[in-house]
């Protein structure tokens, strides 16, 4: 068999191989999410080491996200409902290789593929999409057993990932490190003084998703799974509150309590 034959060969076995493991390949979403839990969707595979990948993701237009800068990654924030997202990944894998003195690329193997899933965030139906432009008169933004509520909720996380020291991005550019736990306090608190200083830019729905954001943008992946117990129980406490989709100063009290509860001594 010649040199050009025998390269030919196995560059066919390579492709067929790696063709073969794509099917392995999938979304990786939870079927089912509690109200106000980040949602982080990522994908899979066994493609081979080296390829240039591209990921194309499509997410229900209801439904706000944010793509990592590799690609291979989603941050999705949504109010309770049913939720479709879609992914297309095109890989190839080249080779150089030396022909009569000449440095040339081939081919090893390339696929295009397209995966479906879909996942539902239960809860109730979230804001009324209709408000009352009219704020309730007489907000109750503190019944009792909110506060213990939070507390058990934050007992769920273990010290270790409340205390990690995380790269934090300041404004300016430089990069400090808090403790986790601080991290989330602070964005809490960030918003209730942001939503309290300019009413006119806010309102509940807004909170709530540009809290989720911060969370996930802030804390690495490792750190933010080893939450996952605490959003559903603060998410409930909300739930507890019974607050109007319109009661926004009810909403930035909350807030406040959140990040002093995160305080801690």
Known sequence: MT??????????LVFALLLGNSTLADINVPSEVEEHVPIVI????????GA?????WTVSES??????????????????????????????QTKEIDLNGEKIKVLLGWDLKNYNKHFVVKG??????????NPNPNPNPNPTGFGKMVADSLDKVTSVVRNEMVNVRQADGNILQRKAQDVVRKNYADIA???????????????????????????????????GEFWPGLGEAFRNLKLKSTDLEGHIKAFKEVAEILKGE
Do not use: Q
């Not at 040199?3 to 066919?12: E, G, I, P, Q, V």
């Not at 240039?52 to 194309?56: E, G, H, L």
């Not at 300019?198 to 939450?227: C, F, H, Q, Y």
């Open 42 to 49: 990522d994908f899979s595979s066994p493609l081979p080491e």
């Open 124 to 133: 109730g139906d979230g804001p009324d999409p209709n408000p009352n432009p």
């Open 193 to 227: 003084s942001e939503a309290e200083k300019n009413p006119n830019a806010w309102d509940a729905a807004t909170m709530v998703n540009e809290v989720k954001v911060r969370n996930i943008s802030s804390l690495p992946a490792s750190n933010l799974k080893g939450w």
């Open 3 to 12: 040199r050009k034959n025998k390269f030919l060969c196995a560059a066919a």
């Open 63 to 92: 439904a706000a996200h944010i793509i990592s800068d590799k690609g291979d990654k989603v941050y999705v924030w949504a109010k309770p409902g049913r939720y479709n997202i879609g992914l297309t990944v095109v890989w190839m």
């Open 52 to 56: 240039d990948i591209k990921y194309i």
